[in-house]
Every structure is written in structure tokens, then in C-alpha cells.
């Protein structure tokens, strides 16, 4: 199967979390910052954008209005005609902001750190100044707020549950507009494939007092004319309006 264009948006955080070296990595880079800035423009929505009388809805986007910072656990696997998987794994401390900040790690290590506009990347050797490439938005998509308006894109679609102190959203089934927003909400490209016929497994849970977003357990696979395809995306949210302070590197201070 030949995919024209199929990468994690985010694909300068993938880079640093392959753990490219420098040259490489800043190529990928300087050709792609670019024209992720571009789509994120075209595309960039806010809470206010939402209008709506659900009444469980209006409760989680204003809830989101007062989130000021939360850590996000992010594991993502995309798969194409059977061949090597596409894999982001990272856990995020995200601060929101005017430009926010982000710290990034991956299998223990800080990969990624913004702050104050100044980003920096860890090569595995050195602290890499690309703040002139790209910025937090760029570098990571699975925002809070990216999560909300997701969630209001097929708030009407999902069956809910209530267990003890959650509750629980969840479909099971056929949907391009279902996959299209997560393909989103994931920063996931996959170019010109038909996803017509896709089925989706989706579980949302909202803590039942606080209205927050808690977990997002997506999985979905389909099939077109030459071949399968699969997308898997699991995000957790903690620690809301309870992350400590974001530093840049001591290398770089």
C-alpha cells in the first residue's frame, strides 16, 4: 500500500523520541515546521467555538475553562498494510499559557522541553535549540483542550454509563466521523487511504463530580482495496492545575 503522506503531525516529537541525530532530525524539521503551522492555523478551534444544551457537555467544557495545567500520559501506534508500526509514546507536563509550556519525556528521559517560547530537544547527546522551527503547539497535539473538543465532536454518537464516581462514554462501531476526529485530535495523517468503512472502539471517561476528562481509550482498524490499517491511541489526564514549575535544561540556562 502506498501512503503519500502518512506521519504523526507531531513528527518532530517522534524524531526526538527515535532519537535522531541532529542534522536529520533538524532537516525533518526545518521541512515540515512550516506547514504544520499553517494546518494548525487553518484549523485551530477554542472552547468558546462549542455550543451546545447538553447538559453533561456544557458541564465538561466549562470545567475545561478552568484548567490551567495537567500531566498527560500519550501512547499512540499506527499501522499500515501490515509494515512497521508508527509509535509515539510520551509523558507530558503541559502548562497553558501565552506561549504554553511543555516537558516531554520518554522512557524516563526529558526529550522535549518549551518554555517562554525557547524549545529544546534532546538528541541522546546534546540539548538542541529549535525554538525558530517549531514551538509546543507543533510539538505536541493531545492537549486537554484538543481532548474536550474532540469529545464534543461525537458527544452525540457515544452511549453512557455510570460506574460508581465515573462515568463512562463509549462506541462501538462503524464511523468515518468518528475516526476523522481522532485521526485529528491525534495528529495522525493517513493520506489518501479509504477510511469509509472503519470500525471504531471508543471508551471515554469523565470523573462524575468534577466533569473532567480523565482517560481516552481509542482503537480503530479498517481495510480498503490494498491492504489494512489500524490506529491506537490511549491518553490519560492527572494532575489538573497541580503541575510544578516547567525549567528549561541546566545546559542551556
Known amino acids: 500500500m502506498k501512503v503519500s503522506k502518512y506521519l504523526f503531525a507531531t513528527l518532530t516529537a517522534t524524531a526526538i523520541l527515535a532519537g535522531c541525530q541532529e542534522e536529520e532530525t533538524q532537516d525533518n524539521i526545518d521541512e515540515t515546521s512550516e506547514e504544520a503551522t499553517q494546518e494548525s492555523r487553518e484549523t ?130 462503524e464511523s468515518e466521523e468518528v475516526f476523522k476526529t481522532f485521526e485529528t485530535l491525534f495528529a495522525v495523517e493517513f493520506g489518501a487511504i479509504d477510511t469509509s468503512a472503519i470500525q471504531n472502539d471508543v471508551e471515554i471517561v469523565v470523573g462524575k463530580e468534577d466533569a473532567l476528562i480523565q482517560s481516552i481509550d481509542y482503537d480503530a482498524e479498517g481495510e480498503d482495496a490494498e491492504g489494512d490499517y489500524a490506529l491506537s491511541g490511549d491518553v490519560e489526564f492527572t494532575s489538573f492545575n497541580d503541575v510544578g514549575e516547567i525549567e528549561l535544561p541546566e545546559a542551556v540556562k
Open 44 to 173: 485551530e478551534r477554542s472552547l468558546s467555538d462549542i455550543e451546545t444544551d447538553d447538559e453533561a457537555l456544557s458541564a465538561v467544557v466549562e470545567k475545561a475553562g478552568e484548567i490551567e495545567s495537567y500531566q498527560a500520559v500519550l501512547d499512540l501506534e499506527a499501522v499500515v498494510d501490515g509494515g512497521a508500526p508508527e509509535m509515539l509514546e510520551a509523558d507530558v507536563r503541559f502548562k497553558d499559557g501565552d506561549p504554553p509550556s511543555l516537558h516531554l519525556k520518554s522512557e524516563g528521559e526529558d526529550r522535549t522541553i518549551s518554555k517562554d517560547g525557547k524549545t529544546y530537544y534532546n538528541n541522546g547527546t546534546d540539548w538542541i535549540d529549535i525554538s525558530d522551527s517549531v514551538g509546543a503547539e507543533q510539538l505536541y497535539h493531545v492537549t486537554y483542550e484538543n481532548a474536550v473538543l474532540s469529545f464534543a465532536d461525537i458527544k452525540d454518537e457515544l452511549e453512557s454509563t455510570e460506574e460508581d464516581d465515573q462515568v463512562i462514554y463509549t462506541i462501538d462501531g
